[in-house]
């Protein structure tokens, strides 16, 4: 019968032997690259001999500090996972975001063990929290690391359930308001710009402006608070803005502005209408600093404050109350798609054509006028039809 081969960082059979007259134990073992080596050691007893030899074996295939094993808990896993995806320096949008998602992960999975990772148990989590493509992209990246580690022979992530998708019902083709539509909220906007808080102080707010720029631009709302006065040229014979940054939030809540936009198609020069042209001009003059909007203390504005409480409140109570300022962008796409093409306003927004085709274009609500055409050709196929 064959001998059964030694395994990659394995040994086999300790044997007692006498080397150069002295007490000895030796045995075989196959190092990390499968070469079957032999380690032999020596002392003034056998079992002495023994217990030295199995030392050194323990020291040849003893695992770093940051190595993983089947007994590693998950939680331990994404923190050694999470310093090696910090190390790729990615965006600090993404890390704020990832930070919230590895906080559910953790509290949901963290005191499992890698080899009681079964599929079933991590569809469970997935369905137990209102998972997200991060969610996933998490536990995918940090499965597949305790597998390069060896403490997972199968990524359970590669058979789990996919994402549910959207009951055909709750799946909403883009709804754009018109250029009227618009106007109507660019009046709501003034009135509140120019009305009064709560303390009786009037607000001096600039929503009025900054919806002119998104209706003249259909950039993103954060594109468009980004903007400093480097970005605009208005001594060109045709005024432009050019699109190349976006403000972010940073781990602490801190507002700053991100040096390139969401994505490689944002980064994009426009040219400016005449209303856009007027506002930036009024406000060039008005301006103190290289911020188009800055904020009452001229830093930047919070996101949170804009859509949720100047935006959300001036249109609370009409008849617009819900639309957001990503609806602005849909109302430019759709004016950009009808008058010339989709691809057009899909680089108006900074979107791949797809993209805006299925978030942005609000479809034709009627066909288009082929009757010409159809007569025509039924004609040239059927030249003597009688008609009652």
């Known amino acids: 019968m064959a001998r059964e081969r030694i395994r990659t960082e394995e040994y086999g059979?300790?044997?007692?032997?006498?080397?150069?007259?002295?007490?000895?134990?030796?045995?075989?073992?196959?190092?990390?690259?499968?070469?079957?080596?032999?380690?032999?050691?020596?002392?003034?007893?056998?079992?002495?001999?023994?217990?030295?030899?199995?030392?050194?074996?323990?020291?040849?295939?003893?695992?770093?500090?940051?190595?993983?094993?089947?007994?590693?808990?998950?939680?331990?896993?994404?923190?050694l996972w999470w310093l090696e995806w910090l190390a790729s320096k990615?965006?600090?949008?993404?890390?704020?975001?990832?930070?919230?998602?590895?906080?559910?992960i953790v509290k949901g999975l963290g005191g499992v063990q890698l080899r009681e990772c079964t599929v079933p148990r991590v569809d469970r989590f997935l369905k137990s929290v209102k998972q997200s493509k991060a969610h996933r992209t998490i536990l995918r990246a940090a499965f597949g690391l305790a597998v390069r580690h060896g403490a997972m022979k199968h990524n359970p992530m590669h058979n789990v359930a996919s994402m549910p998708a959207k009951a055909r019902s709750e799946r909403r083709a883009p709804q754009a308001?018109?250029?009227?539509?618009?106007?109507?909220?660019?009046?709501?906007?003034r009135a509140w710009d120019r009305g009064k808080d709560g303390r009786g102080v009037t607000r001096n707010h600039p929503l009025e402006d900054f919806g002119k720029i998104e209706?003249?631009?259909?950039?993103?709302?954060?594109?468009?608070?980004?903007?400093?006065?480097?970005?605009?040229?208005?001594?060109?014979?045709?005024?432009?803005v050019t699109i190349r940054a976006t403000l972010i939030q940073d781990e602490h809540g801190k507002v700053l502005r991100q040096e390139f936009p969401k994505t490689e198609n944002s980064e994009r020069r426009l040219?400016?209408?005449?209303?856009?042209?007027?506002?930036?001009?009024?406000?060039?003059?008005e301006s103190y600093n290289e911020k188009v909007f800055?904020?009452?203390?001229?830093?930047?504005?919070?996101?949170?404050?804009?859509?949720?409480?100047?935006?959300?409140?001036?249109?609370?109570?009409?008849?617009?109350?819900?639309?957001?300022?990503?609806?602005?962008?849909?109302?430019?796409?759709?004016?950009?798609a009808?008058?010339?093409?989709?691809?057009?306003?899909?680089?108006?927004l900074g979107n791949t054509e797809t993209v805006a085709l299925k978030h942005y274009i609000q479809r034709a609500a009627e066909g288009p006028d082929a009757t010409a055409l159809l007569e025509s050709a039924f004609r040239s196929a059927v030249p003597d039809v009688e008609t009652d």
């Open 294 to 336: 800055p904020n009452g203390r001229g830093g930047w504005i919070q996101d949170a404050n804009f859509r949720r409480r100047w935006w959300h409140e001036a249109l609370k109570g009409s008849k617009y109350e819900g639309i957001v300022p990503k609806d602005f962008r849909k109302a430019v796409a759709t004016l950009v």
């Open 90 to 104: 990615p965006a600090v949008q993404t890390v704020v975001t990832y930070e919230s998602r590895k906080r559910q």
């Open 271 to 285: 040219l400016l209408p005449q209303f856009a042209v007027e506002v930036l001009l009024r406000r060039r003059v």
């Open 177 to 189: 308001p018109d250029a009227a539509a618009v106007a109507e909220m660019l009046t709501l906007f």
């Open 13 to 79: 059979k300790i044997r007692r032997i006498t080397w150069k007259g002295k007490p000895a134990a030796d045995a075989y073992y196959r190092d990390s690259a499968g070469n079957r080596k032999r380690i032999l050691r020596t002392a003034d007893t056998w079992p002495r001999a023994e217990r030295a030899l199995k030392d050194a074996l323990k020291d040849l295939f003893v695992e770093s500090e940051s190595d993983l094993t089947p007994t590693s808990t998950v939680a331990e896993l994404i923190d």
């Open 215 to 240: 209706f003249a631009t259909g950039a993103r709302t954060n594109e468009v608070l980004a903007l400093t006065w480097d970005d605009i040229d208005l001594d060109a014979k045709q005024p432009t």
């Open 338 to 348: 009808r008058q010339m093409d989709a691809k057009t306003a899909s680089r108006q």
